[in-house]
Nanobody, 120 residues
Framework: HVQLVESGGGSVSAGGSLTLSCASS????????MGWFRQAPGKAREPVADIVTGVGRAYYADSVKGRFTISQDNAKNTLYLQMDSVKPDDTAMYYCAAGWQCAMASGINDWGRGTQVTVS
């Protein structure tokens, strides 16, 4: 079982930057990928970005492409999401996830509890 703990959320002005972190523990090597999802009030949870474990190949939602960067530090068992040029539409609860197919919620085995990002 994988444990995921997010941090780094908060309030930021539009156009600013924020970095989210996700500390992982447990059988992370069994996860084919790790990623970030977000869920705004009244909306479905949606994928933001994910990275293939051990390969480093990253994928991004069109809405964040060119503004967000996903990365991982294997030595620290930590996943990051660098958020630049943020917009009010980026306001949501952000969840760290690990699974076998990180482009969809149904492919996720483990979820963090989330960290709130508010852009004004």
């Amino acid at each position: 079982h994988v444990q995921l703990v997010e941090s780094g959320g908060g309030s930021v002005s539009a156009g600013g930057s924020l970095t989210l972190s996700c500390a992982s523990s447990g059988y992370t090597y069994k996860s084919a990928c790790m990623g970030w999802f977000r869920q705004a009030p009244g909306k479905a949870r949606e994928p933001v970005a994910d990275i293939v474990t051990g390969v480093g190949r990253a994928y991004y939602a069109d809405s964040v492409k060119g503004r967000f960067t996903i990365s991982q530090d294997n030595a620290k068992n930590t996943l990051y999401l660098q958020m630049d040029s943020v917009k009010p539409d980026d306001t949501a609860m952000y969840y760290c996830a690990a699974g076998w197919q990180c482009a969809m919620a149904s492919g996720i085995n483990d979820w963090g509890r989330g960290t709130q990002v508010t852009v004004s």
